[in-house]
């Protein structure tokens, strides 16, 4: 797969100005063939609104991917859906019955157990966790890797390692770098020794670039802007990010005029 673009379209995170914060996570994934949404924010106006603004075209979602059951994730699906869209929506199989037939009643439905090829070069890992389910996405770009989380619960580290076997037992990769980890990596009561030795653990596995928002907490975010440099890209709603174009990843700066 060639250039692929992430957008966030919720986040507590300011990072265009033009858009409004919230506290949950969205993030638009653009590739040459597929256009999914990972994650919803809590409020469908919100993620609406942020769409709106951005000039994002909702007919174009082919799937949606929810990480997990919370409702700063899963809240804007409603919002959504009442637009007449009707995408494939991929959800953890421990999601609530009757979430999961609310969805059913209205468009189609996939329970995610183990690792699931949504679209090639696009998967999730499944279910990892158990105290709370929750699924990373993963893309295949001409880069790397890229891992999306949407609050990372189970540990970023074990989502971002789960995720290079989902492309494993796929067979499209055998290895390669993580050119970037994307999203809410869970930190914001960590303790800095335990954040450094997830920033150890990044380099070693390989990644690259780090996007970290959401649910990562401040002081995490300062930490991964100081270790990566250039490298770390502190994003928010707004944020676009590119990545496939040889250079790892690159986000535009902070969009003017959007009305």
């Known amino acids: 797969m060639d250039v692929v673009t992430f957008t966030i379209v919720y986040d507590n995170n300011a990072y265009n100005p033009l858009l409004r914060t919230d506290w949950g996570f969205a993030c638009l994934v653009e590739t040459p063939g597929t256009?999914?949404?990972?994650?919803?924010?809590?409020?469908?106006?919100?993620?609406?609104?942020n769409m709106a603004a951005l000039g994002l075209d909702?007919?174009?979602?082919?799937a949606i991917v929810l990480s997990h059951i919370h409702g700063d994730h899963t809240g804007g699906l409603t919002g959504l859906l009442d637009t007449g869209i009707r995408p494939t929506v991929y959800v953890p199989a421990?999601?609530?019955?009757?979430?999961k037939d609310g969805v059913?009643?209205?468009t189609s439905l996939v329970e995610v157990q183990g690792p699931v090829e949504i679209r090639p070069g696009i998967h999730t890992t499944g279910e990892l966790g158990s105290s709370l389910v929750e699924q990373a996405l993963v893309i295949t770009t001409g880069d790397g890797l890229v891992v999306v989380t949407g609050c990372a619960h189970p540990g970023?580290?074990?989502?971002?390692?789960?995720?290079?076997?989902?492309?494993?037992?796929?067979?499209?990769?055998?290895?390669g770098d993580v050119?970037?980890?994307?999203?809410g990596f869970h930190l914001g009561q960590a303790s800095r020794s335990r954040i450094d030795d997830i920033i150890v653990e990044f380099r070693r596995m390989g990644v690259w670039r780090t996007a970290p928002c959401h649910c990562t907490g401040d002081q995490a975010r300062q930490m991964f802007a100081d270790a990566f440099g250039t490298d770390c890209i502190?994003?928010?709603v707004g944020g676009v990010i590119t990545v496939g174009?040889?250079?790892?990843?690159?986000?535009?700066?902070?969009?003017?005029g959007i009305e």
């Open 234 to 236: 502190l994003t928010g």
């Open 94 to 99: 421990t999601f609530p019955v009757s979430f």
């Open 35 to 49: 256009t999914l949404l990972f994650d919803t924010g809590a409020d469908g106006r919100t993620l609406l609104g």
């Open 58 to 62: 909702l007919e174009a979602i082919d």
């Open 104 to 106: 059913r009643a209205r």
């Open 156 to 175: 970023v580290v074990e989502m971002v390692r789960q995720a290079r076997e989902a492309v494993r037992q796929a067979r499209e990769v055998v290895e």
């Open 179 to 183: 050119a970037l980890v994307v999203g």
């Open 245 to 256: 174009s040889g250079e790892g990843a690159s986000i535009e700066p902070t969009a003017e």
